[in-house]
């Protein structure tokens, strides 16, 4: 993998940061690359557990799937509190991209749901339950091993 240097410098971030980006962030996108060489880019719920990033999808199906059956290798882009500040044209953000490789998990997989279900239902710890064994059968889980990881800030 190519390691590029950032061109705005003053707006890296440390690994700290980058980490707190992803335990923060609502969603990110992961990118793949298809067997045709075309790109791929997919909004999608994620956790971060310091140290792999989990999602879930529906089971053996789908565009993403596929691409990842191709290569394993992908990044993940997520960006942390946006605010646009339109009488100084910038935006106000933290962003971390990752690149690492997925892999569909079967013995981390109820663990990453149980992630999945707190990060996004933390008021419904019984409803999470319910729906983890209602559609467990259904779904995969991957997880992101992460090769490298950078964030930017502009606050």
């Given at each position: 993998m190519n390691d590029y240097e950032m061109r705005r410098?003053?707006?890296?971030?440390?690994?700290?940061?980058?980490?707190?980006?992803?335990?923060?962030?609502?969603?990110?996108?992961?990118?793949?690359?298809?067997s045709d060489g075309f790109p791929y880019g997919i909004p999608l719920n994620?956790?971060?557990?310091?140290?792999?990033?989990?999602f879930h999808c529906a089971k053996d199906a789908g565009h993403k799937q596929a691409n990842l059956d191709y290569s394993d290798k992908i990044c993940f882009t997520v960006v942390d509190n946006p605010q646009v500040i339109a009488?100084?044209?910038t935006t106000k953000y933290g962003s971390a991209v990752v690149f690492g490789t997925a892999?569909?998990?079967?013995?981390?997989?109820?663990?990453?749901?149980?992630?999945?279900?707190?990060?996004?239902a933390p008021d419904?710890?019984?409803?999470?339950?319910?729906?983890?064994?209602?559609f467990y059968n259904v779904t995969d889980i991957y997880e992101i091993s992460i090769i490298k990881i950078s964030a930017k800030v502009n606050r």
């Open positions: 410098k003053e707006r890296m971030a440390d690994l700290q940061t980058a980490e707190r980006i992803l335990e923060n962030a609502e969603y990110g996108v992961l990118s793949t690359v298809g994620f956790v971060y557990d310091g140290k792999k990033i989990y009488k100084e044209l892999e569909k998990t079967e013995s981390n997989k109820h663990y990453a749901l149980e992630l999945l279900a707190e990060k996004y419904y710890p019984e409803k999470g339950k319910t729906e983890i064994e209602k």
